[in-house]
Antibody
Framework: QVQLQQWGAGLLKPSETLSLTCGVY????????WSWIRQPPGKGLEWIGE???????NYNASLKSRVTFWVDTSKNQFSLKVTSVTAADTAVYYC?????????????WGQGTLVTVSS | DIQMTQSPSSLSTSVGDRVTISCRAS??????LNWYQQKPGKPPRLLVS???TLQGGVPSRFTGSGSGTDFTLTISSLQAEDFATYYC?????????FGQGTRLEIK
């Protein structure tokens, strides 16, 4: 059974850098896109972007200038960095898996990490 | 970007009711439309993929239908555990986009 377990700092000050990691257990990174999705408190879901095992990335244009993804295949995990955070970046951040094929859904999700940006 | 619009945004319903949630895409997404259920404090759970394919373990009272731009999720007889927020999501084009959600509340 695949499990996605995520971790990272939950409280940041404005202008700091958000950093989260998602570990993949019981499955391989190969053959899938690995996405980050966020959800501001009480609001809907926003896709941040995706990456595959080889490090190829695809970012949502709305955040592209501040977002970096990278993968560590030796640890079977992938990570997200968002620079220069503001209160608007306060959200629950999820990692999720999507098979590499046209039209595949997000079938496994991490448990979510609440990141709060406050001075 | 493909915009996804759900209706209604919220619905007061009772156990046993038949519920239909609509999702409209701003352009055709073929049948690459997925439905998720989310309960408070939990990640979304995939219910339906490819517009109508029920995922393993999802009760048969859930039915997805549609193609192109118009889709529906129907719950034939609402159970207590179905009170949650439901999201549609298109997986046809990047960026992946979600509807704003439909919250089912107990009447």
């Amino acid at each position: 059974q695949v499990q996605l377990q995520q971790w990272g700092a939950g409280l940041l000050k404005p202008s700091e850098t958000l950093s989260l990691t998602c570990g993949v257990y019981g499955g391989s990174l190969s053959g899938y896109y690995w996405s980050w999705i966020r959800q501001p408190p009480g609001k809907g879901l926003e896709w941040i972007g995706e990456m595959n095992q080889s490090g190829s990335t695809n970012y949502n244009a709305s955040l592209k200038s501040r977002v970096t993804f990278w993968v560590d295949t030796s640890k079977n995990q992938f990570s997200l960095k968002v620079t220069s955070v503001t209160a608007a970046d306060t959200a629950v951040y999820y990692c999720a898996r999507q098979k590499i094929a046209l039209g595949r859904p997000f079938d496994y999700w991490g448990q979510g990490t609440l990141v709060t940006v406050s001075s | 970007d493909i915009q996804m619009t759900q209706s209604p945004s919220s619905l007061s319903t009772s156990v046993g009711d038949r519920v239909t949630i609509s999702c409209r895409a701003s352009q055709s997404v073929d049948t690459y439309l997925n439905w998720y259920q989310q309960k408070p404090g939990k990640p979304p759970r995939l219910l339906v993929s490819d517009a109508s394919t029920l995922q393993g373990g999802v009760p048969s009272r859930f039915t997805g239908s549609g193609s192109g731009t118009d889709f529906t999720l129907t719950i034939s007889s609402l159970q207590a555990e179905d009170f949650a927020t439901y999201y549609c999501q298109q997986s046809y084009r990047s960026p992946r986009t979600f509807g704003q959600g439909t919250r089912l509340e107990i009447k």
